[in-house]
């Protein structure tokens, strides 16, 4: 059983386009991070987000942390091909271990 | 951030034999854990390195597999022991900073053959 569950696993789209990537759990967590993934590279932290309801923006990036801390959103606005990539959202439980989600792997085409 | 250095970032190694992967991390932390990232999928924790301690590890994981060290607050090793192709993987060091926001390294990339 997959304690976050990420959607859409694959998703492909124009430049220009918007999309939104969801992490949905049943469990509360205490904090919820956003990372991204390039092709040889280790996860890289793009935001973390703590209190339910917590908006935060990264440039056309805007994340969002549901009221209750058991879901989170990711909102990419006018997509360019430098955001293509695997986006792994993670639930932090207990002493700060992560749980992750499947991961998203989002292309843009020019 | 942190600046978290793994050693090494890539190699091929022949089946039953075994690697240590080394990770540095640029300041002292409290916390460090190692995943693992088979092909194609997402991250997986295989145990919490405790300083001066066993390693706590994750349900499929056991120590005589994947021994850890962590000698200091700075360091930590993780080995991958009599290795078969099913052991193929990106393995990842990672740290507890303030703010409670974990970074990772860049991952060593180990195939089996």
């Known amino acids: 059983t997959q304690l976050l569950e990420q959607s859409p696993q694959f998703l492909s789209i124009q430049e220009g386009e918007n999309l939104t990537v969801y992490c949905n759990s049943s469990?509360?967590?205490?904090?919820l991070q956003w990372y991204r993934q390039e092709p040889g590279e280790g996860p890289v932290l793009l935001v973390t987000v703590v209190t339910g309801g917590e908006v935060k923006k990264l440039k056309r990036l805007t994340f969002q942390f549901g009221d209750a801390r058991k879901d989170s959103s990711l909102h990419i606005t006018a997509a360019q091909p430098g955001d293509t990539g695997l986006y792994l959202c993670a639930g932090a439980q207990g002493a700060q271990k992560l749980v992750f989600g499947q991961g998203t792997r989002l292309t843009i085409n020019p | 951030s942190a600046v978290i250095s793994q050693k090494p970032s890539r190699d091929i190694c022949q089946r039953g034999t075994s690697l240590t992967i080394q990770c540095q991390v640029d300041s002292q932390v409290t916390m460090m854990f190692w995943y693992r990232q088979q092909p194609g999928q997402s991250l997986t924790l295989i145990a919490t390195?405790?300083?001066?301690?066993?390693?706590?590890?994750e349900s499929g994981f056991v120590i005589d597999k994947f021994p850890i060290s962590r000698p200091n607050l700075t360091f930590s090793t993780l080995t991958v022991s009599n290795m078969s192709p099913e052991d193929s993987s990106i393995y990842l060091c990672s740290a507890l900073r303030a703010g409670n926001t974990i970074y990772f390294g860049e991952g060593s990339w180990l195939t089996v053959v």
């Open positions: 390195a405790n300083q001066g301690s066993e390693a706590t590890y």
């Open positions: 469990s509360v967590f205490s904090s």
